[in-house]
Every structure is written in structure tokens, then in C-alpha cells.
């Protein structure tokens, strides 16, 4: 039942905040609250991300969290809702282009217009494959998704295990690997640290696309990411996973082997998007992350 993931209200949050939390928050799991297995008493990043959207799933540990976050870098919520629209404009685009397979690694919760419901504005027979290893989004997505059986699945799974995504049965149902397909990374990949080397990651699910298929990778960082952006950042060290910095060659990188779509690899906000349409949230938040669309000659 999605509505037992939220803890909202007031007696929540106070409840969560007496001196003995954790005594509190395993009578919540018992109550039905909070799903077993979960630590709400962590800030998750998917839940802050669902935060900076204006969504309704996250409790009272990644609020405060976010709102840290916030305080210190206010463009975040911008980021956030910009890299979304880029998100969904990729995915249409790549509909119109003929793909009718797309596997979302890192999908977070859900929300506004998700993937499947974008691809099926423009083909009705497309299929997703949904990936994240946070529990809560993985139950809050099965739970919306119960007539969906056949063209949308949900995998509890770290984008680090590329063979337990990519050969897991539901993976299999609905994704064609001898077809064009696409491979949606938005904003996962800065929460992967260089000593697992994301980028011979990214490179396991590419040899694995067929020819025509497509990489879309959102990332934050950049050449000249704020200082205030970074000091925010620090927020996510007592996170679930710590957010990476990386440059504009390390991000393109991801893109090795793939010819990039024009306009190449772009300050989010601004894929697309002719300069004349350039907002004033596009040009504060330009210099904060880079986002790009690949395909796999």
C-alpha cells in the first residue's frame, strides 16, 4: 500500500525525534510505517531527489536532510526539476526514433510522468525495465504498477551488478537485446565512487545493446561546478552514497565508443534548447551538471 511508505505528519516527525529513534522507528516497522529492511533514519538519495520534486515519499531524516542541502545551494530544487524534464524529453525523442525498450538504472521513485507513461504518449506497445536499490522505491513502484505486468517490471538491483540486471528473468521478458534499445542513467552514476569504476560499468551495459541503441547519462560536475554547490554536496557524505564531482572529459568518457547527439555534452537545462529559450534558472544551474544522449553505431 503506497500510503503506509509516507510519514508525513506532525506526530511522525515528533516521534521520530524523541531521544530513543531507533526504539521508535522498529515499533513503526512493526506497525506497517516503514517496510523492514529500511534505515529512515539515514538520509536516501533517492527519497531527497523525490524531495526536490515536490513528491510526497520520504520521511522525516531526508527532509532535513534536503532542506540542509537547500539552504546552502537553493538551485538544487532547479537541478532536480530540470534533469527531470531532460529525462522525459530524452525518452520521448528516443520513442519518435523508433525504440520501444528502455531500462531506467537508477529510476528513483516514482513521480511526475514517468518513463512508461512518456514512451506511450508517442508508442503504445513500449516496455520498461525499472532498476534501483532502494527498497522503498522499488515496493512504492510495484504497488503503483499492479496492471502493468508484461510491458513494465521493477528490479531491486545496484546498477553495479550489471549481470543480475541485465540477465534477470523480468530484464529478459521484456528487453530484446538483439534490438535497438535504450539505457536511461539520469543523475545514478555521480553516486558511484572511481574505485568501482564507473565507467567500465557503463561499458558492460553498452557491449550488451545492439547497434541503434542509446546511452543517456545525466551527471553532476563540470569544469566549473560552484563552490556553494559543493559545500551542499557534503551533505550527501552522511547520505546513502556519496555525490562525485566529475569533469566534462570524465563525463563524455561515458560516451566512448557512441556517437553523441547534437548538441553533444551539455550544461543541463540546455539540451535542446535554442539560447534564445534560455531561462534564468537555465543560466544559474549550467554550470552544475552535464547531461548527454549517445548511440551505439
Known sequence: MVGRFRVKGSAMTQDASTSHPEERWESLVEEGWVPRGIDPTTPNVARMYDYYLDGKDHYPADREAAERVLARFPEMRDIALANREFHIQVVRLLAEAGIRQFLDIGSGLPTRRNVHEAAREVVSDARVVYVDNDPVV???????????????????????????????????????????MAVLMAAVLHFVPDSDDPHD????????????????????????????????????????????FRTRPEIERFFDGLEILDPGVVPVGTWRVSPEEH??????ISLTGLVGVGRKP
Open 138 to 180: 522499488v515496493r512504492h513502484a510495484q504497488a503503483l504498477l499492479p496492471g502493468e505486468q508484461g510491458r513494465t517490471a521493477v528490479l531491486e538491483a545496484d546498477l553495479r551488478d550489471t549481470d543480475a540486471i541485465l540477465d534477470h528473468p523480468s530484464t529478459r521478458e521484456l528487453i530484446d537485446f538483439d534490438q535497438p
Open 201 to 244: 560499468l557503463v561499458s558492460r551495459y553498452v557491449s550488451r545493446m545492439a547497434p541503434g541503441s542509446y546511452l543517456m547519462v545525466s551527471h553532476a560536475g563540470g569544469d566549473r561546478m560552484p563552490d556553494k554547490g559543493r559545500q551542499a554536496s557534503r551533505e550527501y557524505d552522511r547520505a546513502s552514497a556519496q555525490m562525485i
Open 279 to 284: 531561462t534564468e534558472v537555465v543560466k544559474r
